[in-house]
């Protein structure tokens, strides 16, 4: 299966402590993009990559979220000293540059429990 | 900060039942896209609307985008079960903003038999 992959599918952790998502996007894909989503709602935009670039980050991210793409392929969200506020489906996604109407490719998402 | 309003919120019908799903915004989009998601999936795209006045068929599903840019709908005859879901609108900005896609908080439609 050539999609969007994402590890681990599922994650439960105790408060305070530190979580690491993997995504591996389709290969040719230059941006990849992350998504933080809660039951019954859309997707709330967290950052995106083209290539290795970070070019856009949410002003609702704080600072204990943080992401790389340091070889422009796989990416990580990282998020530190979780709380229970932080329990949501993290989603990736990667498209090709086609300007304003490339289509968004989207991983199955990592669930994420802060207990 | 640009932000999609849909509505409404929730939609419980009946198999063969007509709906339309509106997607709103002050902001000027440069796309609009509708994706569809499913419980446990990722969200899959519809459609992708560029032009103002726009109207894109796909079987029993017609997708409007607005004369300005603003808003945009989505209407589907005869529902059928297979049509349950989340639906999305998604669109980019202009300028240095087009590689974003924001999300509306989406649609949940269920179609009963």
């Known amino acids: 299966d050539t999609g969007v992959s994402q590890n681990p599918r599922h994650k439960i952790t105790k408060r305070g402590q530190n979580v690491t998502f993997r995504c591996d996007p389709i290969?040719?894909?230059?941006?990849l993009y992350w998504y933080r989503q809660t039951l019954g709602q859309g997707p709330e935009f967290l950052t995106y990559?083209?290539?290795?670039?970070?070019?856009?980050k949410s002003r609702l991210l704080s600072d204990r979220f943080s992401a790389e793409r340091p070889k422009g392929s796989f990416s990580t969200l990282e998020i530190q000293r979780t709380e229970q506020g932080d329990s949501a489906m993290y989603l990736c996604a990667s498209s090709a540059i086609q300007g304003v109407a490339g289509e968004l490719f989207f991983g199955e998402g990592s669930r994420l429990t802060v207990l | 900060t640009q932000l999609l309003e849909q509505s409404p919120q929730f939609l419980s019908i009946q198999e063969g039942e007509n709906l339309t799903v509106y997607c709103n915004s002050s902001?000027?989009?440069?796309?609009l896209q509708w994706y569809r998601q499913e419980p446990g999936e990722g969200p899959v795209l519809l459609v992708t609307?560029?032009?103002?006045?726009e109207v894109k068929k796909l079987k029993r599903l017609t997708f409007q985008f607005g004369d300005a840019r603003k808003d945009s709908s989505l209407h589907i005859t005869a529902a059928q079960p297979g049509d349950t879901g989340l639906y999305l609108c998604?669109?980019?900005?202009?300028?240095?903003?087009?590689?974003?896609?924001?999300f509306g908080q989406g649609t949940i439609l269920t179609v009963h038999p």
């Open positions: 609307v560029v032009t103002g006045g």
């Open positions: 902001s000027v989009f440069s796309s």
């Open positions: 990559f083209q290539n290795e670039a970070q070019l856009e």
């Open positions: 290969s040719e894909h230059n941006r």
């Open positions: 998604a669109g980019r900005g202009g300028g240095t903003s087009y590689g974003k896609l924001t």
